[in-house]
């Protein structure tokens, strides 16, 4: 699966692999390389992330599916329990 980004996304990532690059290595990061940087990351290494992403998601999933029971279970054939304990005659 391809990572894609929207262009503003991709804009953001660009500025940001820039400066970057400007803060903390020697040489700056041209806007070539920074695209090619960034192809680089998405393909080679955000398949993993994505993945990692996926799995908390259907774990958190799963752990609500088990919840949903005790969250909205309802008790059955209440009526006449009801009633009784309100002092009424069944």
Do not use: C, H
Not at 25 to 34: D, F, I, S, V
Not at 37 to 57: M, R
């Amino acid at each position: 699966m391809t990572i894609e980004l929207s262009k503003e996304a991709k804009q953001n990532a660009l500025e940001s692999l820039q400066k970057y690059f400007e803060v903390n290595m020697e040489e700056p990061l041209g806007n070539l390389a920074a695209g090619a940087l960034l192809q680089f990351i998405l393909e080679e290494i955000g398949p993993s992330i994505y993945n990692k992403g996926v799995a908390d998601a259907q774990e958190r999933m799963q752990q609500r599916i088990s919840e949903l029971d005790s969250e909205v279970y309802a008790d059955e054939f209440q009526y006449w329990r009801n009633r009784q304990s309100k002092g009424r005659k069944s």
